[in-house]
């Protein structure tokens, strides 16, 4: 399930907000089952919200120009941490993102 929780950020580039409330529902399904799922959906749904807080501040830098490079790198590294944090999952162990913002404490 803590892979299930990571994988659901994906649902962001087919639906709108996907990334926040793909992750999010399964969270609240099964954090107080599991609390792997508990510790997992906590850094993901951080690590989320961090992302949409840069993606915002990028669009804003689009209109110096440099916004679209780095909304560009922001996507990418978004993809490769999701799937290194997946794949942390798969062995039992709970990924800390990096360049999270803490909104979700423990």
């Given at each position: 399930?803590?892979?299930?929780?990571?994988?659901?950020s994906?649902s962001?580039?087919l639906?709108?907000?996907g990334?926040?409330?793909g992750?999010?529902?399964?969270w609240l399904?099964k954090?107080?089952?599991?609390?792997?799922?508990?510790?997992?959906?906590?850094?993901?749904?951080?690590?989320k919200?961090?992302?949409?807080v840069?993606?915002?501040?990028?669009?804003?830098?689009?209109f110096?120009?440099?916004g679209?490079?780095?909304?560009?790198?922001?996507?990418?590294?978004?993809?490769?941490?999701?799937?290194?944090?997946?794949?942390?999952?798969?062995?039992?162990?709970?990924?800390?993102?990096?360049?999270t913002?803490?909104?979700?404490?423990a």
């Amino acid at each position: 399930m803590g892979v299930a929780v990571h994988l659901a950020s994906f649902s962001g580039y087919l639906i709108p907000f996907g990334s926040i409330l793909g992750p999010l529902i399964v969270w609240l399904m099964k954090r107080e089952e599991i609390a792997f799922v508990d510790s997992c959906g906590r850094n993901c749904l951080n690590f989320k919200i961090s992302v949409m807080v840069y993606a915002i501040i990028s669009m804003i830098l689009m209109f110096v120009g440099i916004g679209f490079i780095l909304l560009g790198v922001l996507a990418i590294f978004d993809i490769v941490v999701t799937i290194i944090a997946a794949m942390k999952a798969s062995e039992g162990i709970s990924y800390q993102y990096p360049l999270t913002i803490k909104f979700l404490k423990a």
